[in-house]
């Protein structure tokens, strides 16, 4: 239980870098930090206590394994996290471009 | 940025250079071994990325574009779906269901052991590492002192 509120709480961290911070990197690694929170939790429902890794080898009694399926989420999940961060650093290129400054205060000028 | 030559130092241009074909190799066996140890095509592919990487950052994006081809690279990225798909359709086709195995299974353990895995780990590794790469040359292609010309 510890652990799961130990997720959320570093979901938190994020979300408060994601609504303080001013600085566009810091609101990009910002929500990093929220799915990299999302994706510990998901592996964590998974987790067996004293269970191995689930691939069977040579050799190898099959005992106790942790949970797979999780596993194989999350690694879906970090492709898609990396896709979004991939855009929105691109994003953040196009903005500092145009505005000379990562300060989303100062990015207000709504024309194309 | 402009009088300087591209690239970092020589010491890292010269450790980059020997290490980049481990690294690469790395990747492969990662790649090669996903169904029998962790990784696999994204794990490897990830790795395979990195090593072009790191030839980006120590020569710079002129030397590195001379040294391959991206059109070469495209083309390969383009294309891994479209085979993924294909290989999909052929299990389709033959095994009866969308991925169903279609090839031997062979012993267990051995490194031909998985069907239809081991080539859908191979696309998914060329696809992950030249997407990942191409995102990171298209980042590095952005000119920061450009500013606002539109």
Redesign the interface.
């Given at each position: 239980m510890t652990l799961y509120a130990l997720c959320f709480a570093l979901f938190l961290v994020g979300l408060y870098g994601l609504l303080t911070k001013r600085d566009l990197i810091k609101i990009i690694l910002s929500s990093g930090i929220m799915g990299y929170a999302c994706n510990l939790m998901l592996v964590l429902f998974g987790y067996r206590r004293g269970g191995v890794y689930p691939i069977l080898e040579r050799g190898r009694e099959a005992g106790p394994m942790v949970d797979p399926l999780p596993q194989a989420l999350v690694l879906t999940s970090i492709v898609i996290e990396l896709g979004v961060t991939a855009l929105l650093a691109a994003l953040a290129i196009r903005l500092f471009q145009k505005y000379r400054t990562y300060d989303i205060t100062k990015i207000r000028r709504l024309s194309g | 940025m402009t009088d300087k030559p591209a690239g970092m130092t020589l010491i890292i241009k010269t450790v980059c250079r020997l290490l980049v074909g481990l690294i690469l190799l790395y990747g492969i066996y990662i790649i090669l071994h996903g169904h029998?140890?962790?990784g696999g095509g994204?794990g490897g592919g990830v790795v395979l990325a990195l090593g072009l990487l790191a030839v980006l950052l120590a020569y710079g994006r002129e030397e590195t574009l001379k040294w391959l081809r991206l059109g070469l690279l495209k083309d390969l990225e383009h294309a891994s779906p479209l085979v993924f798909l294909l290989i999909g359709l052929a299990g389709t086709a033959w095994g009866g269901a969308f991925l169903a195995n279609i090839l031997s299974k062979g012993r267990l353990?051995a490194l031909l052991s998985s069907g239809l895995i081991l080539p859908l780990n191979v696309v998914i590794g060329l696809k992950?590492g030249l997407s990942?790469f191409l995102?990171v040359l298209?980042?590095a292609e952005?000119?920061?002192d450009?500013?606002?010309e539109e």
């Amino acid at each position: 239980m510890t652990l799961y509120a130990l997720c959320f709480a570093l979901f938190l961290v994020g979300l408060y870098g994601l609504l303080t911070k001013r600085d566009l990197i810091k609101i990009i690694l910002s929500s990093g930090i929220m799915g990299y929170a999302c994706n510990l939790m998901l592996v964590l429902f998974g987790y067996r206590r004293g269970g191995v890794y689930p691939i069977l080898e040579r050799g190898r009694e099959a005992g106790p394994m942790v949970d797979p399926l999780p596993q194989a989420l999350v690694l879906t999940s970090i492709v898609i996290e990396l896709g979004v961060t991939a855009l929105l650093a691109a994003l953040a290129i196009r903005l500092f471009q145009k505005y000379r400054t990562y300060d989303i205060t100062k990015i207000r000028r709504l024309s194309g | 940025m402009t009088d300087k030559p591209a690239g970092m130092t020589l010491i890292i241009k010269t450790v980059c250079r020997l290490l980049v074909g481990l690294i690469l190799l790395y990747g492969i066996y990662i790649i090669l071994h996903g169904h029998l140890s962790p990784g696999g095509g994204f794990g490897g592919g990830v790795v395979l990325a990195l090593g072009l990487l790191a030839v980006l950052l120590a020569y710079g994006r002129e030397e590195t574009l001379k040294w391959l081809r991206l059109g070469l690279l495209k083309d390969l990225e383009h294309a891994s779906p479209l085979v993924f798909l294909l290989i999909g359709l052929a299990g389709t086709a033959w095994g009866g269901a969308f991925l169903a195995n279609i090839l031997s299974k062979g012993r267990l353990f051995a490194l031909l052991s998985s069907g239809l895995i081991l080539p859908l780990n191979v696309v998914i590794g060329l696809k992950v590492g030249l997407s990942l790469f191409l995102v990171v040359l298209a980042m590095a292609e952005f000119d920061l002192d450009k500013g606002a010309e539109e």
